[in-house]
C-alpha cells in the first residue's frame, strides 16, 4: 500500500508540476509500480518502500529510446560519452545557426572532415608519444633481483623504483623508455639482472577548439591526435566563416605552430607534434576566396592568400582539365565590374582578386572531327575528317555489297537538326498546352468536360516531350546523292536491301510484309489487320527507304517500294478547332521527326 500511494503521489505532484490534469487507470498504476519495483532492486540504495528517493526528477512513464543513453537522475555524474545525443533543452546547430542553401561549389578540402574517422583509434601507443605525468608503466627484473610494479610518471616526471632512485622520463618517446629504464638500472645492477619495461596507459590531454567551427568547446584525446581529429571532434571547420589555411596552435599564449590544411591535401604535409592540456586549436577567420565552377578536375571554392592570388597557383589547386586553353575570370575591380577571357598560358601571371569567378574552357578551334557510318557496309564504322569535308569525300572510302547495300537511298543522322526538331515539337506543345488551358467555358457541365479532356491532353503531352527525334537528312533521290557539308558527329545511314514493307501506327496487326509489286496501300493496311477504331484513314505516313516522307489517303494509286514504312496515324477528337488543329499538327510534327505514330 505504501509503494501504491507514493505513486498515486507522485502521478498527483507531476500533475500539479505540469498543470495537467490527466487520469491514471488502475492498470497504468500497477505498470508503474512494477517498473519502480524493478528500478527499486537493480538500484544500489532504496528506501523501505523500495523507491530510491534520488529517482525523484525521473519520469517513470517516458520510455527510454532505443538509440539514445539512458539519462542521468538527480544526484548521478554519468560518466558515459553521449556520442551525439541531444538532451532536453540542448541548443543544437539548427537552433543556432541561420538557414543556409546548399554550396554549389564548396570549399577545396572540405571532405576532410566527411566520415568517421575520429572514431578510428588504434589500441597501441604511438611509439613518438612522450611521457607525461599520469602514464602508467609496467617494470620487471629478474635473475640476482626479482622485481615486478606498474610505477606512475609523478608531477616532476620521474619514476621511482626501489634501490634505483627517481628516473627521468618527461618527454621520452614511448618507443625509448624501455631503453632510458634499463640503463638506469644497470647503471646499480651491473650484472645478472635482465629487465622488461613497457608502457601501459598514456595519459589523455584535454584542449579547446575555438573559432568558427561547429561545435567549439572542449575536447580530450591522446597528446599524438592530428588537428584534424580534434576539428573532427568540434564539428568540422564552418564552411562559410572558417580558414582551411590559417589554424593556431596556442599555448600559454602562444602560438607555437601554423597549419595550412592545403598542404596536407596537395602534399600529404601535416606538422607531427605532442598536445598539451590547455593547448587551444584556433581556426581563424576564412580569408579572400574565388571561385572555380566550370572546366575543372577540383570545381571548388579555393582560399587564397598572399602569393597564391595569382593565376598559376590556382592552377596548381584546381587542376583543369586536359583540353583546356582559355580562362574566363569574371569579378569587381574598384568597384566596377570586371571581365576577362584570356588565353591559358597568360592566365598564370593574373593577378586575382577575391571574390573572382573563374571558369576553364575548351576553345580549341575544331579542326578535325568523327563521322560514324550505320547500316549495311564493310570497313570501319568511324571516320575522322578534316573541317569542311563532304559527304562523297567519306563515302568513297566506305565499302558496300552491291547485293546486300541500298546505297541508292543513303541518308543522314545529324544531331543540330534533331536539337532543331525538338525545339519545334516543343513549341507546338506549348501552344497546345495554352491554347487548353486558355479555352472559354460557357457552363458548368462544359467545364466538367474540359477539365477531364485537359488531363487526357496533359498526358499526351508529357509523352510527347519524350520523344527524340532523329534528325534525318535526305541526301539521296535514286542514283543521285548530295555532296553536303559534313558536321560533327553526322552518322551516314546505309539501308540494308530488303524485301519487306513495314505497317504500323493504328492498325490491329503491326507488322512486317512481303513486297508485292501489285499491291496498293490499302492492301498493306489490310494485311496488317485493317485500321484500328481511332485510325485517320485520310492521313498515312509513307516514310521511304532514303527518309523521304510523305502523307496519303488510303484510296490513293501511290506506289509502295521495298523498305518503305507506312504508319497509319490517330484520328483526333476535341471540343475546339483550335485543340484539334494543335494535336494534329504535333502527331504530324512527331512522325515526321520521329517516325512513330504518337496515341
Not at 140 to 151: L, T
Not at 494 to 499: F, L
Not at 585 to 597: D, E, W
Request: proline share 5%.
Amino acid at each position: 500500500m505504501k509503494v501504491l500511494k507514493y505513486v498515486i503521489g507522485l502521478s498527483i505532484v507531476s500533475l500539479l508540476s505540469t498543470g495537467q490534469a490527466v487520469a491514471q487507470s488502475a492498470e497504468q498504476i500497477r505498470q508503474v509500480q512494477q517498473q519502480l519495483n524493478r528500478q527499486g532492486s537493480a538500484g544500489t540504495t532504496n528506501s523501505a518502500s523500495g523507491i530510491n528517493p534520488m529517482q525523484l526528477g525521473m519520469s517513470p512513464t517516458l520510455p527510454a529510446s532505443a538509440n539514445s543513453a539512458t539519462r542521468a537522475s538527480a544526484g548521478q555524474y554519468n560518466n558515459v560519452p553521449r556520442y551525439g545525443m541531444v538532451l532536453p533543452g540542448e541548443p543544437t546547430i539548427d537552433m543556432v545557426y541561420p538557414l543556409q542553401e546548399k554550396m554549389a561549389n564548396p570549399p577545396f578540402a572540405a571532405n576532410l572532415f566527411i566520415g568517421g574517422f575520429e572514431s578510428e583509434r588504434v589500441s597501441s601507443v604511438n611509439e613518438n608519444y612522450l611521457i607525461a605525468p599520469g602514464d602508467q608503466i609496467s617494470v620487471w627484473m629478474w635473475g640476482a633481483v626479482n622485481y615486478s610494479d606498474v610505477v606512475t610518471v609523478d608531477s616532476q616526471g620521474n619514476i621511482f623504483i626501489p634501490n634505483i632512485g627517481p628516473v627521468q622520463l618527461m618527454n621520452t618517446p614511448a618507443g625509448q623508455v624501455n631503453q632510458t629504464v634499463t640503463q638506469a638500472i644497470k647503471s646499480v645492477y651491473t650484472n645478472d639482472v635482465n629487465t622488461y619495461v613497457n608502457l601501459l596507459t598514456a595519459t589523455p590531454v584535454s584542449l579547446y577548439v575555438s573559432g568558427p567551427v561547429l561545435r567549439p568547446g572542449q575536447y580530450a584525446g591522446q597528446a599524438t591526435d592530428s588537428v584534424l581529429y580534434f576539428l573532427k571532434r568540434a564539428g568540422g571547420i564552418d564552411f562559410l566563416r572558417g580558414s582551411f589555411r590559417n589554424i593556431e596552435i596556442i599555448r600559454n599564449g602562444k602560438t607555437i605552430e601554423a597549419i595550412d590544411l592545403y598542404d596536407f591535401v596537395t602534399n600529404g604535409s601535416l606538422p607531427a607534434f605532442s598536445f598539451q592540456d590547455k593547448d587551444v586549436i584556433l581556426v581563424k577567420p576564412i580569408g579572400s576566396t574565388v571561385t572555380v565552377s566550370e572546366g575543372a578536375r577540383n570545381s571548388f571554392t579555393f582560399e587564397l592568400k598572399g602569393d597564391d592570388m595569382r593565376g598559376q597557383s590556382l592552377v596548381n589547386y584546381a587542376k583543369p582539365g586536359d583540353f583546356i586553353s582559355h580562362v574566363s575570370v569574371t569579378g569587381l575591380r574598384d568597384e566596377s565590374h570586371f571581365a576577362k577571357y584570356t588565353k591559358l598560358d597568360e592566365f598564370s601571371d593574373l593577378k586575382l582578386h577575391a571574390g573572382d569567378h573563374i571558369e576553364f574552357k575548351n576553345d580549341h578551334e575544331i579542326q578535325i572531327y568523327p563521322i560514324n557510318i550505320a547500316g549495311s557496309f564493310k570497313g570501319e564504322s568511324r571516320f575522322m575528317v578534316e573541317k569542311g569535308a563532304r559527304l562523297h569525300q567519306v563515302l568513297s572510302n566506305v565499302a558496300v555489297d552491291p547485293v546486300l547495300s541500298d546505297f541508292k537511298n543513303i541518308y543522314l543522322l545529324r544531331e543540330s537538326v534533331a536539337e532543331q526538331q525538338q525545339q519545334i515539337i516543343n513549341q507546338a506543345l506549348d501552344r497546345l498546352e495554352r491554347s487548353v488551358y486558355t479555352a472559354p467555358v460557357s457552363s458548368t457541365g462544359e467545364g466538367a468536360i474540359r477539365v477531364q479532356e485537359a488531363q487526357l491532353i496533359s498526358d499526351f503531352i508529357a509523352r510527347a516531350r519524350q520523344i527524340k527525334p532523329l534528325g534525318k537528312v535526305i541526301v539521296s533521290d535514286g542514283p543521285n546523292v548530295a555532296d553536303i557539308l559534313l558536321e560533327a558527329n553526322d552518322t551516314i545511314v546505309i539501308p540494308a536491301v530488303t524485301d519487306l514493307v513495314h505497317v504500323g501506327g493504328e492498325v490491329l496487326m503491326p507488322q512486317s510484309v512481303v513486297f508485292n509489286q501489285n499491291a496498293t496501300l490499302e492492301d498493306y493496311v489490310a494485311w496488317a489487320g485493317g485500321f484500328s477504331e481511332r485510325a485517320n484513314d485520310e492521313r498515312i505516313l509513307v516514310i521511304r527507304a532514303n527518309g523521304m516522307v510523305d502523307f496519303f489517303d488510303v484510296d490513293d494509286d501511290t506506289p509502295i517500294s521495298t523498305g518503305d514504312q507506312v504508319v497509319v496515324l490517330p484520328r483526333i477528337d476535341a471540343k475546339t478547332l483550335q485543340a484539334v488543329k494543335d494535336i494534329t499538327q504535333v502527331i504530324y510534327q512527331i512522325a515526321v521527326a520521329a517516325n512513330v505514330a504518337l496515341n
